[in-house]
């Protein structure tokens, strides 16, 4: 294994694995994404941006069943490609962009049976939409009428978690809308990522500040708070599969691993 090089030397921006782990999509601030595959570290192909006025994708995810890609960019869109024949599927647009201004899709997230896909938006929405028709179903506002950054479902897909650019986390129905709950980051800091653990009982969000918190999805409780030793900003954390173990990178290089226990 080896270093995978951006074709244009420009910043990627996220990088996600198919299902199956034998294919790595990466996006770039040019616009680009890119397929490679995983075992012999090479490009399989480039899904151009159908936009020629967006400067980057900000955010990727592959379905469930590893068939489609998802990526959303800085000027409000989503777009679905069909991942065997690289064809661009669908393109769903923030309804609040003009196509011109928008704050981006920061992040994208597909419901654990792939029917709908959440796309959080910089404007303070959080978009769900039928993958198979590209229709738009839902529209659920940030209670804070602040950016979204982060989205993820849970498990068993009933539950969408959103994290804000000023420490709000909140907790939404996925079935009828409602929201259920908000948990409010102690250190008011922009929440850059959501993660379900994989028996869907525990959410963990990390900060800007630093701080990793581990909540209970079903009372909001706060259970545990993890601060990065680097004393940085966390960008990404993850539950391994088995739940046993958490990992969050943050902005000093560094990837650090808790037992959850």
């Known amino acids: 294994m080896g270093a995978l090089t951006d ?7 996220t990088v996600a694995f198919s299902p199956n782990g034998r294919m790595l999509a990466a996006s770039d601030e040019a616009g680009n994404t890119y397929l490679r595959d995983v075992a012999a570290s090479h490009q399989i192909a480039q ?8 400067a980057s994708v900000l955010s990727a995810a592959f379905s469930p069943d590893g068939r489609t890609l998802a990526a959303g960019d800085n000027q409000g869109s989503s777009y679905l490609w069909n991942v065997a024949t ?11 962009s003009d196509g011109v201004n928008s704050d981006g899709v920061n992040s994208v997230a597909f419901s654990p049976h792939g029917r709908t896909l959440a796309a959080g938006d910089g404007n303070g929405s ?22 979204v950054v982060s989205v993820a479902f849970s498990p068993h897909g009933r539950t969408l978690a959103a994290g804000d650019h000023q420490g709000g986390t909140y907790l939404w129905e996925v079935a009828t809308g409602h929201l259920i709950t908000s948990l409010a980051d102690p250190g008011s800091a922009s929440v850059n990522s959501v993660a379900f653990s994989p028996d869907g009982r525990t959410l963990a969000t990390s900060g800007a500040d630093g701080g990793i918190l581990l909540w209970d ?9 993890h601060t990065d030793p680097g004393t940085r900003g966390v960008y990404s954390v993850a539950f391994s599969p088995d739940g046993r173990m ?3 990178a943050d902005t000093n290089g560094s990837i650090y691993l808790w037992h959850v226990r």
């Open 47 to 54: 899904l151009d941006n159908p936009d020629p006025g967006s």
């Open 126 to 147: 959080i978009y769900l939409w039928d993958v198979a028709t590209g229709h738009l179903i839902t529209s659920l506002a940030d209670p804070g009428s602040v950016g």
């Open 7 to 13: 074709p244009y030397g420009v910043s990627v921006f």
């Open 246 to 248: 958490l990992a969050a």
């Open 217 to 225: 999805v079903a009372t909001g409780r706060l259970v545990a708070t």
């Open 86 to 96: 690289r064809h661009l599927i669908a393109t769903l647009n923030d309804p609040q």
